[in-house]
């Protein structure tokens, strides 16, 4: 049994929500390790600035405007990517959002983007790239849920029921696909010190939230296992959650 880590160095990665956050210190983290990382979120701005900050450091990184809702876009963006890169050996569903709020106070319009991205948008990626990685019989895909994917708090009904369904999707579908050299994981975090919610990075209030970079390091290392082990679905907690 080889026990020696996968090697990511010029694999590729496609990345959505890469723009800030998570997403962009995944993509930093991932192009550090040498992979080619194609960077997706709506707004081609904040990702051209990610991808000159991964050029800088000699990294290579492609910008994929695009919105996770709209599937005949991500077909578009597959083909680009996989013209430009050759091949896809990671997908990274880390797009998502929310309000926090009592859902009588939910617009319909709140209620389908949450739905949407987070849930929809993580499928249709999956549906896209999947037989690409079986016609190879590899790849990786990991999915970024939320620890309200396992419990349920209030004033965010409608993006614990995504998450629910994000963690359900992928353990389905890796016990499907596992004996054709894919691997399907999951990541749980608590709170992290990002945008999401509408904060900048570095300016919450929950000073013990996640540091972004140590959620990154974790996806990594989840990437990173060795082949014939997979860390299905990981929770990482700040230590001063209550959880
Ligand atoms: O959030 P943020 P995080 N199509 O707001 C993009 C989960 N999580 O890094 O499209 C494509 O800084 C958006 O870009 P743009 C959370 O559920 C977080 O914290 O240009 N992309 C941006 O790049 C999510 O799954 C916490 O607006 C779309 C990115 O998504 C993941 O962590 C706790 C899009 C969001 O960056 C990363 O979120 C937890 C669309 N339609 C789980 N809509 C936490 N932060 O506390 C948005 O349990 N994006």
Redesign the pocket.
Known sequence: MAMNPIELDGQTALI?????????HTALRLAEAGMRVAL????EA??RTVADEIEAAGGTARVCP????DYAAIERVVDDVLGAFGALDVLI??????PYKPFAEWSLEEVE?VL???LK?TVYLTKAVLPHMLARQAGQILN??????RRVIPNMAP?VAA?HGVVAFSGSLLREVKDQGIRVMTL??????????GNE?GTRDETW??R?AVVAETIHRMLTQPRHVVLDAVTIHPMGQDF
């Open positions: 959505t929500g890469a723009s800030r956050g998570l997403g962009r997706c979120a709506r707004n904040d990702l695009l919105d996770v809702r569903n880390n797009a998502g959002l929310s983007a949407d991205v987070n948008g970024v849920a939320s620890d309200v994917g993006y998450k749980l975090p608590g709170i992290i010190d990002t945008y999401f919610g990075e939230a996640l972004p």
